[in-house]
């Protein structure tokens, strides 16, 4: 009886993430995202049943679709996880960026990324990629800023070559912060 209980809170924690797969993509990518969630950030991670393609966002004239459109509509989902991550294949972008690797809602809920702009090179690399992005805009929802540490994965990135700089870790003072955040999440 008591392994029930136990898994039962468990699964109600807080500190606990949906990936939401949002159109075809690829299913591994969204795995290893998922276990760098988990290894990283000690979040538990979910994988949610695949939705379609965010039509509601395409943006005509540029050929991408609002970042800003789809968290939104990520938002109204009241079930499940109280974070969630949308995943996406499609190219993404905000009102004043050309584009952007992910959006996020600095200290809320909801985060999305695209793995648009992260394929060229091995698929090695652009899952390497796919991992430190989702983590990245989860850091976010956790409320962590840009980083000035060069060698921090909350740094920003500009461009693939920065991003395939950075290290799959955060500096000490990002990973004291989210460790800090998820430890206060769980004792809610």
């Known amino acids: ?3 029930l209980v136990s898994d039962q809170s468990k699964s109600k ?3 606990h993430i949906d990936l939401i797969p949002l159109g075809r ?3 591994l990518a969204v795995s290893i995202i998922a276990a760098n969630l988990q290894a990283i950030l000690g979040l538990n991670s979910d994988i949610s049943k695949p939705r379609p393609d965010p039509d509601y966002a395409l943006l ?3 050929r991408q679709f609002d970042a800003l459109k789809i968290i939104k509509e990520l938002y109204r989902e009241t079930h499940g996880a109280p974070f969630k991550l ?3 294949a499609l190219d993404i972008c905000t009102p004043i960026l050309t584009f952007v690797y992910g959006e996020s809602q600095l200290g809320g809920k909801i985060a999305l990324i695209s793995l648009n702009r992260l394929q060229e090179g091995s698929p090695d690399l652009a899952y390497e990629r796919a991992a430190k992005i989702g983590v990245h805009e989860v850091g976010h929802i956790l409320g962590l800023e840009h980083c000035w540490e060069v060698r921090c994965l909350m740094h920003f990135s500009r461009n ?3 991003l395939d700089s950075l290290p799959l870790q955060f500096c000490s003072a990002c990973e004291f912060e989210t460790t800090r955040r998820i430890r206060a999440l769980d004792s809610e």
Request: aromatic letters at 0%; charged letters at 30%.
């Open 25 to 27: 993509i690829d299913q």
């Open 86 to 88: 949308g995943v996406t």
């Open 60 to 62: 005509p004239q540029r």
């Open 1 to 3: 009886m008591n392994d």
């Open 13 to 15: 924690a807080k500190a």
């Open 160 to 162: 693939i070559e920065q």
